[in-house]
């Protein structure tokens, strides 16, 4: 006892020394707080930090929460000056006895974890000690209770990096600390005395057995009554492993580094980030994603011949997702990859990929711009294009078949290359380049003939972008990922700014091009997305597949949403031994996803002809005007833009283009 009595005396010397050092150690202080990511409806995707941390008031909080980490960690609390004098003999007595532990209260456990550069825990030497009790005392000689118990909670660490009480509750039981259960806190207040020995997801049957201890010892304590004791213990302990669905995290990526370009130093800590992200489609973007990806990966392989390489390795087959609004360029969801634990690399902003097929609709809304109409004979046939460096080009059909004179709409949705090389060199590919550079497509489109079927590197989100110029009338607009920062008082401190529409195309043109990728979905390469989106939904699109089955594509559109869908490895090699398509693995992805967002019969709006553009029943083999001996199966309504139609005065491109092009 003389010691101790000796040690109280050095405590009051060490306190005074590290004031007059300019340090002090008992000083509550503003801990570090994580930037909040939070989806269109306000629901917490994400945050970062130094710390991720959001500090919570102790009266929002249920009064059980700070009880059980009273009954648990320091039960004479509210008795003790900071350093609880009977805690500490009974620690010398049971040290002696063998049986050493620690007798450190809350104020003490506080001092340390919010000073750790001041005092040290690990440090278990006496002038460690020494420093800790004196400012303990001096402490709680400034502060209430409550102020102590508030700062305690929300600096402790729970694991995984997550600090403090709130952290903890929504990231182990999804739900804010002001909301958790007598159980739920008694399990949370169970973790500081080792919060990787006790983490309620890895170990749940280790947990709920502290958990009930420390439930008893709050009956005992008189906190709570018996019977709320045993109904708290009954209760199974049931973690949400996945709180914040792992894919938000490529959203939350982009969106910190979109805030520090605005100039909001976000990793500070405090600001609250909204996104543009819906969470229902995002989570079924990467629920259809990762499942449909899984799935053709697993599916039936051939065996490889004798003497071919090896099929490669499973567990690599990647893929990406991403939908705007097309009116707004909001992105509603962005999945960056199947499994953004394995990989955090986002695919949709920084993957560059041909395209394939999928790229057509440039080289077609280019055709249609340049008065070429869509009952257009084309021909589907073997070409031989000798190339400047005196190399002969030859693009033929996956199907490895010519099925001769076509219009260019049914071109377009069996997907015919040959068809698209020809028009492409008849409009010219520097048009075609230019068009889709107006659209949104940031890429290097070279002047040569397969760039007409897709060979240029795209990023999924510009294919997405530039489809919705078709989508929204001509209009392209510019991806836009977050709404507002504000700060931690509620003030916005940055909103990006949102640029006027620009007209990319003429919208009697986009309306015709997009009736054409409508058939592309009802009757050609995507039929599979009809599967998941009812008939009343009207969608529009294209499938993209690259030689050898590397790339597999599909980019659409609904009234409501454009998305663009890839999927392959990162190091290109053939997807299922090269007999994979866009059309049975993209598709059906672009598919389940739009089918959630129109879950609930969600209404839709209609794509409707602007003025200027007509209609007329045609024979689908010949292009030309339905008469009395064609046949029901082969009419069908075909759009033109006025001028264009059979029979009309033929369109003066020239002064279309002089004009601008441009229907508004």
């Known amino acids: 006892m003389t010691r101790y009595i000796l040690t109280l005396a050095l405590c009051s ?16 202080v503003p801990l570090p707080q994580s930037s909040v990511v939070l989806a269109r409806d306000g629901s917490v995707i994400g945050e970062f930090g130094k710390q991720v941390r959001t500090s919570i008031a102790i009266a929002s909080l249920p009064r059980y929460v700070a009880q059980a980490f009273v009954a648990v960690e320091d039960q004479r609390f509210y008795q003790h000056d900071g350093v ?50 004196s400012a303990a005392r001096d402490m709680e000689r400034r502060y209430n209770k409550a102020q102590i118990l508030e700062a305690y909670l929300n600096t402790i660490h729970f694991g995984h990096g997550w600090y403090g009480i709130d952290a903890a509750a929504r990231h182990y039981f999804g739900k804010s600390a002001s909301r958790v259960t007598l159980a739920e806190a008694a399990a949370l207040a169970a973790m500081p005395k080792g919060p990787a020995l006790y983490d309620p997801i890895r170990y749940p049957d280790r947990v709920k057995q502290r958990r009930n201890v420390v439930l008893a010892l709050m009956a005992e304590q008189k906190f709570i009554t018996a019977g709320e004791k045993a109904a708290a213990q009954a209760q199974a302990l049931v973690t949400t492993r996945e709180s914040i669905d792992q894919s938000f995290n490529y959203m939350v990526n982009v969106a910190r580094v979109q805030a520090e370009r605005g100039g909001v130093n976000v990793r500070e800590g405090g600001y609250r980030v909204f996104t543009t992200l819906d969470p229902v489609l995002q989570r079924a973007a990467a629920t259809a994603l990762r499942e449909v990806v899984n799935g053709a990966e697993s599916g039936p392989r051939r065996k490889a011949r004798k003497g071919a ?29 199947k499994d953004f634990a394995a990989s955090s690399f986002d695919r949709v902003i920084d993957g560059r990929r041909q395209p394939g097929s999928s790229f057509k609709p440039f080289v077609y809304g280019t055709a249609l711009l340049q008065g070429i109409p869509p009952n257009t004979i084309e021909q589907d046939t073997a070409l031989r294009i000798t190339q400047p460096n005196g190399q002969v080009y030859s693009p033929d059909n996956a199907d490895g078949k010519f099925l001769g004179p076509l219009t260019m709409r049914e071109a377009l949705v069996q997907s015919r290359n040959p068809v698209a090389v020809q028009l492409g060199m008849q409009v010219t590919i520097d048009s075609v380049a230019a068009l889709a550079h107006r659209m949104g497509l940031e890429a290097t489109i070279q002047p040569y003939p397969s760039s007409a079927i897709g060979t240029a590197s795209v990023r999924p989100l510009d294919m997405a972008s530039a489809y919705g110029a078709i989508a929204n009338g001509g209009a392209a607009v510019k991806p836009r990922f977050i709404s507002r920062v504000e700060d931690r008082s509620g003030h916005t401190v940055w909103s990006p700014k949102i640029p006027a529409p620009q007209y990319a195309l003429d919208n009697r043109v986009a309306f015709v091009l997009r009736d054409m990728m409508r058939d592309v979905v009802d009757r050609g390469t995507a039929t599979a997305v009809r599967k998941y989106v009812p008939a009343r939904i009207p969608v529009a699109g294209k499938t993209g597949t690259t030689n050898g089955s ?43 996803a739009v089918q959630a967002y129109y879950a609930g019969n969600r209404a839709t709006l209609a794509w409707t002809p602007p003025p200027g553009v007509l209609s007329m029943e045609l024979d689908r083999d010949t292009g030309l005007p339905a008469t009395d001996i064609t046949t029901a199966e082969k009419r069908y309504t075909e759009w033109f833009v006025l001028g264009t139609e059979p029979g009309a005065i033929p369109l003066d491109v020239w002064k279309l283009m002089e004009l601008g092009g441009i229907g508004r």
């Open 84 to 133: 609880d004098l009977v805690g500490v003999a009974a620690a010398m007595k049971d040290a002696v006895m063998g049986n050493a532990r620690g007798a450190s209260t809350i104020t003490q456990q506080l001092v340390g974890n919010m000073h750790p550069d001041l005092i040290d825990r690990r440090d278990a030497s006496l002038g460690r000690k020494l420093r800790e009790q």
């Open 309 to 337: 390489a090896p099929a490669p390795a499973r567990g690599t087959l990647q893929g990406a997702l991403v939908i705007l609004s097309p009116s707004t360029g909001d992105v509603l969801a962005l999945v960056g990859g």
């Open 13 to 28: 010397v060490a306190g005074a020394a590290a004031r007059a050092q300019g340090t002090d150690p008992a000083a509550i």
């Open 550 to 592: 590397t790339d597999v594509w599909f980019v659409g559109m609904t009234p409501e949403l454009v998305g663009a869908v890839w999927v392959g490895y990162d190091t290109p090699k053939a997807i299922n031994g090269g007999q994979a398509a866009g059309g049975t693995i993209a598709a059906p992805i672009f598919g389940r």
